[in-house]
């Protein structure tokens, strides 16, 4: 009768440890699980900031090229009033924007 409480015993401290084992490596994983979620939110808003930051040079890209179109426009005007003035001062602007929207060609490269 000893021997057979003894094996028992023995039977149910092993299953004790074996069911603690298997908690440990469930808590593990629910860490694991909890832990993957911060990197997520962070790149969700990544991705979000991404495409606005996209939006924003697509944009402005744009209202560059309006300045260099309404120069365009003005300067030959400018030149044939002979208001050497106003051709710098167009000329400037224009060389400006077209410096501004080639670094944001570069930029928006980039970002894709």
């Known amino acids: 009768m000893n021997t057979q409480k003894s094996v028992y015993n023995k039977l149910f401290k092993e299953e004790a440890t074996e069911l603690a084992s298997h908690e440990v490596e469930l808590a593990g994983l629910d860490d694991i699980v909890a832990a993957e979620a911060a990197p997520n939110q962070f790149m969700d ?4 900031a991404k495409k606005e930051a996209m939006t924003n040079f697509v944009e402005a ?10 120069c365009d426009k003005y300067l030959p005007m400018a030149k044939e009033l002979g ?3 106003t051709v710098r001062t ?8 077209n410096d501004m929207f080639k670094a944001l060609n ?3 490269t980039k970002l894709k």
């Open 45 to 48: 808003k990544a991705i979000a």
């Open 106 to 108: 570069i930029d928006i």
């Open 83 to 85: 208001d050497a003035n």
């Open 90 to 97: 167009l000329t400037n602007k224009r060389k400006m924007a």
């Open 61 to 70: 890209q744009r209202k560059y090229k309006t300045v260099i179109e309404l």
